[in-house]
């Protein structure tokens, strides 16, 4: 029997909240998929390593505060604010993910927010 699919999102926000780049990674399906919706898709569990790997190296402390969580199926509907003290700069954003579950694991996850908005957040001066 499958996981159940909220169970896998609360992995997800407990490693992220533990700043496990390798974790977080490893809850996605080997063909998994991570779209921030305002930049190109990251294909592949071993492409979506590097880019977690980067984002909890670079803080000092990040917090998941779920609103909402409702599920259709194996997908989840997360609505948070992420807050995070990035290099040095602390900040918050609202932001929905929207995760289909297969097997236990995260196949794809997609993520609607201001990026301009996170960017400032984390004072990054360029997108990455």
Do not use: C
Not at 28 to 48: A, C, Q, W, Y
Not at 114 to 125: F, I, Q, T, Y
């Amino acid at each position: 029997m499958s996981q159940d699919p909220v169970q896998v999102v609360m992995q997800m926000i407990k490693a992220w909240d533990d700043r496990d780049g390798d974790k977080i990674a490893d809850l996605f399906t080997e063909d998994g998929v991570l779209h921030s919706m305002m930049i190109d898709p990251i294909k592949g569990r071993e492409n979506i390593r590097p880019r977690m790997k980067f984002l909890v190296d670079n803080a000092s402390y990040m917090k998941i505060e779920p609103r909402n969580i409702a599920v259709k199926g194996n997908t989840v509907f997360l609505e948070r604010t992420d807050n995070f003290t990035f290099k040095g700069h602390s900040g918050k954003v609202p932001v929905v993910g929207v995760l289909e579950i297969r097997d236990g694991k995260v196949a794809e996850w997609r993520e609607y927010y201001d990026r301009k908005e996170l960017l400032e957040a984390m004072g990054v001066g360029e997108d990455f």
